[in-house]
């Protein structure tokens, strides 16, 4: 298996987080004027220093608005990363 290049897209500004209950965040942001993105995927990491793969994935969404809903919010949200796919 060959792992994907990273993405060449502008990340998402304006990222704000919105905690709508104890195990539920929403997501949104002002979208990247890149014409060539299609979607963003979403990463969920418990230190500021993460690295996104697959494993840490929460989910994906073609609008800028995501509700992030893991299963067990043992630990907390520390930080997400958007990425422009």
């Given amino acids: 298996m060959i792992p994907a290049e990273r993405s060449?897209?502008?990340p998402p500004s304006g990222v704000r987080g919105q905690a709508?209950?104890?195990r539920e965040i929403a997501l949104t942001?002002?979208?990247s004027g890149d014409s060539a993105r299609s979607y963003y995927?979403?990463?969920r990491g418990s230190t500021e220093?993460?690295?996104p793969s697959l494993i840490n994935c929460a989910g994906t969404t073609d609008g800028s608005l995501?509700?992030?809903?893991p299963a067990l919010n043992i630990g907390g949200w520390l930080d997400n990363i958007?990425?422009?796919t």
């Avoid at 995501?66 to 809903?69: G, K, P, V």
């Fill in 8 to 10: 060449r897209l502008s």
């Fill in 20 to 22: 709508e209950s104890d």
């Fill in 29 to 31: 942001w002002d979208r």
């Fill in 41 to 43: 995927r979403i990463y």
């Fill in 49 to 51: 220093d993460f690295v």
């Fill in 66 to 69: 995501y509700n992030d809903r």
């Fill in 82 to 84: 958007i990425e422009p």
